[in-house]
């Protein structure tokens, strides 16, 4: 039976929905993904976030393929010294242990007048091919080396990746960029359609009205900027190619005349279709690059949202994840189709009992009592995240039966992030607070599926705005932990007071105090006094957070964008 011809019992989401569009077919690049722990090509959220995206995909029928890098230093491990401070170690990958497969096929990428060839690995997820360039000296880590390093990984992402697939045969209809570290692949579309004799404004329009841009990010050190002199050296002889003089080159990553050259105005000037991840972020990046667009009033800025969402079934704790198969659950389904309605119904000893089996596990990695109630933070260490928020009143904390379990990595060039983890550490590490504050190392998928389920309350309290998403709630909110948590990023659209605490101060004391005050007079005796409501408020989470922000749910609102972007090209391919 030939996909076409299923039958609506064995027929894809897709092809239900949408299966006269036969030739549709999307090419998702991303820096980064994060598709399990033995392929360690991620750093976070980015990463993991493109992960989920490519196994909703495949669950769904979505007719994607996922294009990135394979860097055989991967991402670093990390280590502490005796003095708290973060150490890293890069382990080489190995391709074949990964699960991944080369192809026969090779790039070449000129990059400052050198021919760089790159090899082509594919790591099936699912039904979906991952594709990863891989070039000697150049992928060697991710976010590692300095400016011209990442530039040449990044055109080795974007043109490469766009070559690779067509020397794969692989016809991508619509191009989504995830993040914009691939954006030169829009310059690299413009030059193989002048290269087939298009006009250079028809091709610049064509690749517009067939690219998707997410952006993640509205903190200004997560957007992407070059030297002009560096791209023109780099890129220049590409856009020459595809009709773009030096100016004109410059420009479409110039914000506002200022030096520099931003992907993320390269990106929203070359996509038809822009999109931040939370509603919250959607009107932020209204706001941060309304520039680009003059004369028109911000709100009025052509970026949405999608609000980002995660895989259910990668996120699931098992016992969880048995209860809810079988209260008659579909975690791998639409969300219209799963039933996530059906948890509220659950048995609320039997949901306690595989909390508490998650509890333990948790207990027994990170030496913790099991009387006392489990916070959860961790997270990228970024300043902004704010990890010392929760110590500022160390005696208030304490004073109260709580334990806090600390987790996460900050950017290899982040010394103020390191700052931050140092303090942390050294408080751990404090006989004082023994077993009351607990870092645990080397964050990664396989230690966050291990403690996220096994926390009681997670925590997360950036300064609002510039939180874009926060996905770690979205998780743990999947296997009942309530969150306390900044009204920002998914929390400031999926807080309910049936599922978790909001924490909404305009100050970092303000924020303080409002965690403290909450932890003492609301979380604590919820917990300890009050198990039914504290149940039938785990049932809520779950239910909620399974409907509404399950990765299928964000890709059926991609579908939105990608269906017109098809029908805007139909008429050639670049």
């Not at 994607?64 to 280590?79: A, E, K, P, S, T």
């Not at 359609?193 to 690749?207: P, S």
């Not at 099991?370 to 110590?391: D, E, S």
């Amino acid at each position: 039976m030939t996909t076409i011809e299923a039958t609506t019992e064995t027929a894809s989401w897709w092809q239900r929905r949408h299966g006269g569009e036969r030739d549709l077919r999307v090419a998702y690049f991303c820096m980064e993904f994060g598709v399990d722990e033995v392929l360690p090509i991620y750093s976070g959220g980015l990463g993991v976030l493109a992960g989920d995206h490519l196994k909703a995909a495949g669950e769904l029928g979505v007719p994607l393929v996922g294009v990135g890098l394979l860097y055989r230093g991967g991402y670093f491990r990390q280590g502490l010294d005796t003095d708290g401070r973060q150490t890293a170690e890069y382990q080489p990958v190995d391709p074949e242990a990964a699960g991944l497969v080369r192809e026969p096929a090779e790039v070449e990428v000129a990059l400052g007048g050198e021919a760089v060839r790159a090899r082509v690995w594919r790591k099936d997820v699912g039904s979906v091919p991952l594709y990863l360039l891989e070039a000697d000296w150049l992928t060697d880590a991710l976010y590692g080396g300095d400016r011209e390093h990442r530039i040449r990984q990044e055109l080795l992402l974007g043109v490469g990746g766009v070559r690779a697939l067509a020397a794969l045969g692989v016809e991508a209809s619509v191009f989504h960029m995830n993040e914009g570290h691939s954006a030169f692949l829009a310059i690299e579309r413009v030059r193989a359609l002048v290269g087939a004799g298009w006009d250079t404004d028809a091709a610049l329009e064509h690749v517009r009205a067939t690219t998707v841009f997410t952006t993640h990010t509205p903190v200004p050190a997560g957007n992407e900027v070059f030297a002009a002199d560096l791209v023109e050296r780099y890129v220049g002889p590409l856009a020459a190619e595809a009709g773009l003089a030096r100016e004109r080159l410059l420009e479409l990553g110039r914000v506002d005349g200022e030096e520099g050259f931003g992907l993320t105005p390269l990106a929203l000037r070359l996509c038809a279709y822009a999109n931040g991840v939370s509603e919250l972020h959607g009107r932020v990046a209204r706001e941060t690059w309304a520039c680009l667009w003059p004369g028109r009033p911000a709100e009025e800025t052509p970026i949405g949202h999608v609000t980002n969402g995660i895989h259910p079934a990668t996120w699931l704790a098992p016992p969880l994840a048995a209860l809810v198969r079988q209260a008659g659950v579909d975690p791998h389904a639409a969300p219209d189709e799963a039933r996530w309605e059906r948890v509220l119904a659950l048995d609320g000893e039997a949901l306690w009992r595989a909390h508490e089996s998650c509890r333990a596990r948790v207990a027994e990695v990170a030496g913790l009592d099991p009387g006392r109630l489990t916070i959860g933070f961790a997270r990228r260490f970024a300043t902004y995240k704010r990890a010392g928020l929760a110590f500022s009143q160390l005696e208030r904390l304490l004073a109260l039966p709580v334990q806090v379990v600390v987790a996460g990595k900050a950017h290899p060039a982040d010394e103020p992030g390191k700052d931050v983890m140092q303090a942390v550490v050294r408080l751990a590490r404090d006989p004082a607070h023994a077993g009351r504050i607990v870092f645990l190392e080397n964050y990664d998928l396989g230690l966050a599926r291990a403690l996220i389920p096994g926390c009681d309350v997670w925590l997360n309290t950036p300064r609002r705005p510039l939180e874009a998403s926060g996905t770690s709630g979205m998780k743990a909110a999947l296997n009942g932990v309530l969150n306390l948590s900044v009204l920002d990023g998914w929390w400031a659209e999926g807080h309910a007071p049936e599922i978790g605490w909001a924490i909404d101060g305009r100050t970092d004391d303000e924020d303080a105090e409002q965690l403290y005050r909450l932890l003492a007079e609301e979380v604590v005796p919820a917990f300890f006094d009050d198990r039914p409501r504290w149940v039938e408020m785990m049932k809520a989470s779950i239910a909620r957070t399974g409907a509404r922000y399950s990765m299928h749910r964000a890709l059926a609102e991609y579908a939105e964008r990608y269906l017109p972007a098809h029908a805007a090209g139909s008429g050639g391919r670049g």
